[in-house]
């Protein structure tokens, strides 16, 4: 990317850019690479998470499709990549939502003759307006599955927990919650990661496994639970789990 949208300060690395580039993408500036490759000092696996978990992203999306929910709401979902939520599930109403104008300008452009499918810009973190958006395009009378990869993380504990509450009190019984967020695995080299992203457009707010599952309140957790991205249902349950990958847990939950 080399020209910056109108209101967008390029020199300011941003979080759906970091990921962009830890995903090999082209969406991001000099200031999001090196932010980047800050973090790739401290922990030089993230670039593999970041597959392991667009990899869940995939195989998380399909058991929703394949349990019957045709409504998908992908909450930061950050800018388009391969094996988007609509691709996975094409006969589903897939409404894709992030705050960033530069993620929703590409998101826009990649869906305009998609059918069923939406982009829009809103803050999770104001949801009261974000469902005020989203109640034109879903119908939560029927099952809808919220997912939040990567995204609860970069809330602090009074916002993220509120959320997901909001979000839980209007899904009609059956339907799902997607979970990723990072933990904390090596605690003596996190302050450097967490500086560097004081210094972006999004903080991070680390937990603990416990703190995780909290966000599963009020949601039977599919088996084999909360888990680290690669032990999440794999596609071959023989293949050897890559155990450089453990600062993640993800989930999914259906709402009883």
Same mark, same amino acid.
């Given at each position: ?41 401290? *922990? ?66 990649l869906l305009a003759r998609t059918a069923n499918v939406d982009f ?95 966000? *599963? ?17 794999p596609d071959d349950p023989d293949a050897p789990v890559d155990d450089?990958?453990? *600062?993640?847990?993800v989930g999914v939950g259906r709402k009883l």
């Amino acid at each position: 990317m080399d020209t910056a949208p109108e209101g967008v300060d390029p020199n300011v690395p941003n979080v759906a850019r970091m990921y962009d580039y830890y995903l090999d993408g082209k969406d991001n500036f000099a200031a999001d690479r090196a932010a980047a490759e800050q973090i790739l000092k401290t *922990f030089p696996h993230t670039k593999q998470g970041a597959w392991a978990n667009r990899n869940f992203l995939r195989r998380a999306v399909r058991h929703v499709a394949d349990s019957g929910v045709q409504q998908i709401v992908d909450l930061g979902a950050g800018l388009p990549t391969q094996g988007n939520t609509h691709e996975i599930a094409p006969e589903a109403r897939v409404v894709y939502v992030d705050y960033d104008s530069v993620v929703c300008v590409h998101g826009r452009a990649l869906l305009a003759r998609t059918a069923n499918v939406d982009f829009l810009q809103a803050d999770v973190r104001d949801t009261d307006v974000l469902l005020d958006k989203v109640r034109d395009m879903v119908d939560f009378d029927k099952p809808v599955a919220f997912l939040m990869l990567a995204l609860l993380h970069f809330m602090p504990d009074d916002v993220a927990y509120d959320v997901v509450a909001k979000l839980r009190e209007v899904s009609a019984p059956g339907s799902y919650l997607v979970i990723s967020h990072a933990v904390d695995p090596t605690p003596d080299t996190t302050p450097e990661a967490l500086e560097i992203y004081r210094r972006s457009t999004a903080a991070l707010n680390l937990r603990d496994r416990e703190g995780i599952l909290r966000f *599963f309140d009020g949601y039977e957790l599919a088996e084999p639970g909360l888990t680290f991205p690669d032990g999440w249902r794999p596609d071959d349950p023989d293949a050897p789990v890559d155990d450089r990958i453990d *600062f993640g847990y993800v989930g999914v939950g259906r709402k009883l």
